[in-house]
């Protein structure tokens, strides 16, 4: 048992030396997400510019995105945002599994513009244990006579229970 303990030990550390700390995190915590960092300073918005809660499952959100402005937006496409956890009143980045390839086709938002999406996070982020997460994603929304262009975010909370 303890000759057992002990290779198994030298091989998390071979495995540890050549893909680094993460493949160990990985390999302990299985298909569950983990909490990281917590998340500094606010995630900027626009006025006018909204997502809408509309419905949530343990691997997946539901919302509207309104354009209430006078301004044509930007983004690349909905499987680029990300999740976060609330931890004792603060946000923290929920941890993506392993490495995680996005193509990035082009999202345009027209003035007055809504449409709905769900986000997909199982296969990106693992099991979603319960709590309160937040969905955020970056939008860029382009100059008018009224304000200079500029990236901004948009946030939708739910919980999984």
Known sequence: ???TLVMLAAL????????????IKGLISGNKATIGEKVEGSTTTLDGAIMKYVSS???TLTATIENGTDSTWQSANMRDYRLEAEVD???????????????????????GETMTHTFKFADRYGEIAPGKYRVVK???????????????HLTCEFTVE
């Open 1 to 3: 048992m303890k000759k």
């Open 12 to 23: 998390l550390l071979v495995i540890a030396s050549f893909t680094g700390c993460d493949a």
């Open 57 to 59: 499952t343990n691997n």
């Open 89 to 111: 009143g603060e946000w923290h980045t929920v941890e993506q599994k392993g490495e995680f390839a996005n193509t990035m086709e082009l999202m345009i938002f027209a003035p």
């Open 138 to 152: 970056s939008y860029w929304a382009n100059a008018t006579k009224s304000m200079e262009a500029h990236e901004f």
